[in-house]
């Protein structure tokens, strides 16, 4: 199994909304990842969780939150988001230090 | 000086064309090279994965690594349509992030 499930695939929210991004990998990576991608640029990385602890952050508004509530799940927390933070959002997984990752099929985020 | 270039297209080739995309880069303390491949509105799809200079190949696909060139390309033999995407190359060293190019748009007309 080398999938990585991400829901909801579609996200509309109003920016007063708080909204969750769930992730979930049966890999057993210990390495995961949230990485935000606009149209026509490469994913941009924002946080990596290694052993379930938060080892990165990319300097991301605190609007965003993620927590990793396990070594199969990671989450990301919106909160008042811009309609500039309107994209999509990947997940991805790998072995901590691991010479390739495995990424999940995204959600496309619309903040109105 | 971006670490990692690539043209990003459109390349466009008729079916059955070898299609070859080319990616450089300035760090020569890059270990792992990776292709993806990205159909629009899904995550990426992780292609191919070197470690050392040489070719490596898969079906269709071949990856070749010149650490001497600090230059990386992606081959596909017989082109189809279903290849029509965008593939990006990616790299790292040990523990530090993905450092991606900005991608290669790919269109194979039937």
């Known amino acids: 199994d080398t999938e990585v499930t991400q829901t909801p695939k579609h996200l509309v929210m109003g920016m007063t909304n708080k909204k969750s991004l769930k992730c979930e990998q049966h890999?057993?990576?210990?390495?995961m990842y949230w990485y935000k991608q606009k149209a026509k640029k490469p994913p941009e990385l924002m946080f990596v969780y290694s052993y379930e602890k938060l080892s990165i952050n990319e300097s991301v508004p605190s609007r965003f939150s993620p927590e990793c509530p396990n070594s199969s799940l990671l989450n990301l927390h919106l909160h008042a988001l811009q309609p500039e933070d309107s994209a999509l959002y990947l997940c991805?997984?790998?072995?901590?230090?691991?010479?390739?990752?495995?990424f999940g099929q995204g959600t496309r985020l619309t903040v109105v | 000086q971006k670490e990692v270039e690539q043209d990003p297209g459109p390349l466009s080739v008729p079916e059955g064309a070898i299609v070859s995309l080319n990616c450089t880069y300035s760090?020569?303390?890059?270990?792992?090279f990776m292709w993806y491949r990205q159909y629009s509105r899904k995550g990426p799809e992780l292609l191919m994965y070197t470690y050392s200079s040489g070719n490596k190949e898969d079906g269709r696909f071949t990856a070749q690594v010149d650490k001497s060139s600090k230059y990386i390309s992606l081959f596909i033999r017989d082109s189809q349509p279903s290849d029509s995407a965008t593939y990006l190359c990616?790299?790292?060293?040990?523990?530090?992030?993905?450092?991606f190019g900005t991608g290669t748009r790919l269109l194979v007309s039937p």
């Open positions: 991805a997984s790998s072995q901590v230090g691991g010479d390739n990752s495995f």
């Open positions: 990616a790299m790292k060293r040990g523990f530090q992030k993905l450092v």
């Open positions: 890999m057993g990576h210990r390495a």
């Open positions: 760090n020569s303390a890059f270990q792992y």
